[in-house]
């Protein structure tokens, strides 16, 4: 069965500093992995998606995700957090065509 | 425009009362899903659909129903609300090829007092 873990429900960098979210995923077949932003009193955008073409995949914002099948991981990560970045950010897998299970979601902080 | 309009955007009701919430897309996927967000528990999928004949449980279908009216139009009812129904609502829509991404709705905020 698929299944989502995201480790740390909140964290925190400060503004230029290396963002680094973590997502460990379990699926009896390769999956699709997808990272999604939220922010305050929206609803979820897709930041970038995993679909076995490349092992780093590059998203909006600056964001990029490697796939790594060997940890079972698809951490989300960015050279330098700027203030807009803060939000709630969610790890997804799909290993069928039917629906998509979603991690329990990392708050992001920014500091100035 | 939003392509996935989610109404309303804000409803409190109280314990007891039947509650209906409605969604409607304009990006012609097949495929449209409600989710419920609790803080800390991320997102569970309350119900999909394929098409207007094909209707799916999900993960905490319980205490709730859905009415595909048609392809556009998927609704998620409340039949007797109560208290740990109170929840951030998503509807979302998805093509049918394999690997694509959810398109959200900007949610429907219950509260049930």
């Known amino acids: 069965a698929q299944s989502v873990t995201q480790l740390g429900s909140h964290v925190s960098v400060s503004e230029g500093a290396l963002v680094l979210l973590r997502c460990n995923y379990s699926?009896?077949?390769?999956?699709?992995l997808f990272w999604y932003v939220q922010y305050p009193n929206q609803g979820l955008q897709l930041l970038l998606k995993?679909?076995?073409?490349?092992?780093l995949v590059k998203g909006i914002n600056g964001f990029e995700a490697e796939f790594k099948k060997s940890e079972t991981s698809f951490h989300l990560t960015k050279p330098s957090a700027h203030m807009s970045d803060a939000a709630e950010y969610f790890c997804?897998?799909?290993?069928?065509?039917?629906?998509?299970?979603f991690g329990a979601g990392t708050r992001l902080t920014v500091k100035p | 425009d939003a392509d996935v309009t989610q109404t309303p955007r804000n409803r409190i009701t109280k314990t007891g009362k039947r509650i209906m919430l409605e969604c409607s897309q304009t990006?012609?996927?097949?495929?449209m899903y409600w989710y419920r967000q609790d803080p800390g528990l991320g997102l569970q999928l309350i119900y999909y659909?394929?098409?207007?004949?094909?209707?799916n449980k999900g993960e905490i279908s319980d205490g709730y129903s859905v009415s595909r009216q048609a392809q556009a139009k998927f609704s998620l009812s409340l039949e007797s609300a109560i208290p740990n129904q109170t929840a951030l609502y998503f509807c979302?829509?998805?093509?049918?090829?394999?690997?694509?991404?959810?398109?959200f709705g900007n949610g429907t905020r219950l509260t049930v007092t």
């Open positions: 995993y679909t076995s073409a490349a092992t």
């Open positions: 659909s394929f098409d207007v004949k094909d209707i």
């Open positions: 997804a897998v799909s290993e069928n065509n039917n629906d998509m299970r």
């Open positions: 979302a829509t998805k093509r049918q090829l394999i690997g694509s991404p959810l398109h």
């Open positions: 990006k012609g996927h097949d495929r």
């Open positions: 699926s009896s077949v390769p999956p699709y």
